[in-house]
T-cell receptor, first 118, second 109 residues
Framework: GAVVSQHPSRVICKSGTSVKIECRSL??????MFWYRQFPKQSLMLMAT?????????EQGVEKDKFLINHASLTLSTLTVTSAHPEDSSFYIC??????????????FGDGTRLSIL | DAKTTQPTSMDCAEGRAANLPCNHS???????VYWYRQIHSQGPQYIIH???NNETNEMASLIITEDRKSSTLILPHATLRDTAVYYC??????????FGAGTRLTVKP
C-alpha cells in the first residue's frame, strides 16, 4: 500500500533554532500534501495544504512566516519551523494523496515527528 | 469545525465485535465518510471509506444509513491491538480532512 515517510521521527533542540521536517511519498506521486499538528490529548489540527509547485495554503491562525512549507517535487514536502520556541513543541504529521487515483481516495499519513524545544 | 459526532470513549471485550457509531447529519451529497485510527504516538492509519453503500475490507466493515446521516464502523473480532482513537471524517472530493475528537476504543482481555 501507499507509504508516506517522515523524517526525523523525533527532534530535540534549543529555543531559537529552526527545524526542518521532511515528508515523502515513497511509492506514489502527490500533487497535494497536508501538514497537521497535534498537542497532547488533543486531535489533529490541519495547519496547511502544500501544493506542488505553488504556495501553500495556511489555515487561519497559522503563521506562514513561522511555518515555512516547500513542496518542490511530487514526492517531497518540507515544513520548517523557524526560530522555534517551547510553545512550538508538538507532534507534526503530514499526509498525502495519490494523484493517480480518484479524488475520493484516502489520504495516507506519515508516522509523525515529535518536536521538543528546550 | 468537525462535521461529525462520536462518543468520547467505548470499551469492547477481546474477540467481540466493536461497533463504533458516528453521526454526520449535515453531510452533503458529495461527501464521503472516512474512518481512521490512531494508536498512541503514531500517525493516523486509514481503515475504510464509503459514499452510500456499505463497504467491507480486511480490517473492518462500514455501514452507512440510507439517509447517510450516520454510520457505524465494525471491527468484527476486536483484539488488544485495536485499542486506539478512532476518527470518523466526512470530506468532499479532493478536499482536506479535518479531525474531530474521535472515539477512544479500549479492547479489554
Amino acid at each position: 500500500g501507499a507509504v508516506v515517510s517522515q523524517h526525523p521521527s523525533r527532534v530535540i533542540c534549543k529555543s531559537g533554532t529552526s527545524v526542518k521536517i521532511e515528508c515523502r511519498s515513497l511509492d506514489f506521486q502527490a500533487t497535494t500534501m497536508f501538514w497537521y499538528r497535534q498537542f497532547p490529548k488533543q486531535s489533529l489540527m490541519l495547519m496547511a495544504t502544500s501544493n506542488e509547485g505553488s504556495k501553500a495554503t495556511y489555515e487561519q491562525g497559522v503563521e506562514k512566516d513561522k511555518f515555512l512549507i516547500n513542496h518542490a517535487s511530487l514526492t517531497l514536502s518540507t515544513l520548517t519551523v523557524t526560530s522555534a520556541h517551547p510553545e512550538d513543541s508538538s507532534f507534526y504529521i503530514c499526509s498525502a494523496r495519490d494523484r493517480r487515483m480518484g479524488g475520493n481516495q484516502p489520504q495516507h499519513f506519515g508516522d509523525g515527528t515529535r518536536l521538543s524545544i528546550l | 469545525d468537525a462535521k461529525t459526532t462520536q462518543p468520547t470513549s467505548m470499551d469492547c471485550a477481546e474477540g467481540r465485535a466493536a461497533n463504533l457509531p458516528c453521526n454526520h447529519s449535515t453531510i452533503s451529497g458529495n461527501e464521503y465518510v472516512y474512518w481512521y485510527r490512531q494508536i498512541h504516538s503514531q500517525g493516523p492509519q486509514y481503515i475504510i471509506h464509503g459514499l452510500k453503500n456499505n463497504e467491507t475490507n480486511e480490517m473492518a466493515s462500514l455501514i452507512i444509513t440510507e439517509d447517510r446521516k450516520s454510520s457505524t464502523l465494525i471491527l468484527p473480532h476486536a483484539t488488544l491491538r485495536d485499542t486506539a482513537v478512532y476518527y470518523c471524517i466526512v470530506s468532499e472530493f479532493n478536499n482536506d480532512m479535518r479531525f474531530g475528537a474521535g472515539t477512544r476504543l479500549t479492547v479489554k482481555p
